[in-house]
């Protein structure tokens, strides 16, 4: 049982995160700080939070857990808000689809008290983001991966995982170097070639036709199209070196599949899919570990 939990930046991920402990009885009060005092104050509204706080380091003040839940460019900005008050007997942990930026700004700013800092990243979300769509369940059945430093204190490590399983979640640790090859992959360029694809049929002149006949094969391969601009925009920067790994191979296997189709080779295009397909057949969600190394 927690006392006081912090939450900088009351939105879907920093409010369902409040919400779920809340419901599990992990903690007493909730203390939340987010830019727009809207925000704060419609979060308060919702019983999301207990109280606003006016800044982030006054979010910080009294809580033995906090949770950062800001878009990755702006970690460096919130350490420095509330590195005064990183004490070891806290634990802080962060929302972030990227792990190696923030943890090399965490390194930076905090110094010796980045003891109390466990990196976490939730696989869990919605397309549309906002304290209004905050879910006590968003966490539940899904996977949180950390991504602890060498200085990380071992007994916030093992707090950080009692507290993510204790709300449904399945806790996985990898290096932030492992994560960052790793979700490149699975989800940040996925996310890249959804957006350039959405993009490519409705800039056509013909595309609002084009996207009147489109079926459900369509809205659900766009699906993720809808997200966040400013977001993905950070994710996408912060994480460029490893998405331009993965897009290169992408257009490797893209150019070999249009070079059967254009060489007419229906034998070599169905080896193709008949890969993909039965690859995807096989696949289940989370079953397999997650890579330990390079």
């Not at 033995?64 to 460096?76: F, G, R, T």
Request: proline residues 5%.
């Amino acid at each position: 049982m927690f006392n006081q939990l912090g939450v900088i930046g009351c939105g879907l991920m920093g409010g369902s995160f409040a919400l779920a402990l809340k419901r599990a009885g992990l903690v007493k009060r909730v203390i939340g700080y987010s830019k727009s005092p809207s925000t704060t104050e419609k979060a308060k509204q919702l019983g999301v939070i207990d109280q606003a706080a006016e800044s982030a380091l006054l979010a910080v003040s009294g809580s033995d857990i906090v949770l950062i839940a800001v878009p990755v460019a702006a970690s460096e900005a919130t350490f420095k808000a509330i590195r005064h008050l990183v004490e070891p007997g806290v634990l802080f942990m962060d929302v972030g689809s990227t792990k190696r930026d923030v943890v090399d700004a965490a390194r930076r700013v905090l110094k010796e008290r980045v003891c109390s800092f466990v990196p976490a990243h939730p696989i869990a979300g919605k397309e549309v983001g906002g304290i209004t769509q905050a879910d006590a369940a968003l966490y539940s059945g899904r996977q949180v991966i950390l991504t602890p430093l060498p200085q990380t204190l071992p007994e916030l490590v093992q707090k950080a995982t009692d507290v993510w399983a204790a709300i449904g979640a399945q806790v996985l640790r990898m290096t932030p170097e492992n994560h960052d090859a790793a979700f490149a992959a699975v989800s940040h360029l996925p996310h890249m070639l959804a957006f350039a694809y959405f993009n490519s049929v409705a800039k056509q002149p013909a595309g609002k036709d084009y996207l009147s006949l489109a079926g459900p094969g369509f809205r659900d391969f766009t699906r993720i199209a809808a997200s966040d601009s400013a977001v993905w925009r950070d994710i996408l920067m912060s994480n460029r070196e490893e998405i331009i790994k993965q897009a290169q191979r992408f257009r490797h296997t893209l150019d070999a599949m249009e070079h059967v189709i254009r060489s007419g080779n229906m034998e070599a295009l169905e080896d193709l899919i008949r890969s993909a397909s039965e690859a995807r057949a096989n696949w289940q969600m989370g079953a397999t570990k997650p890579p330990t190394n390079r």
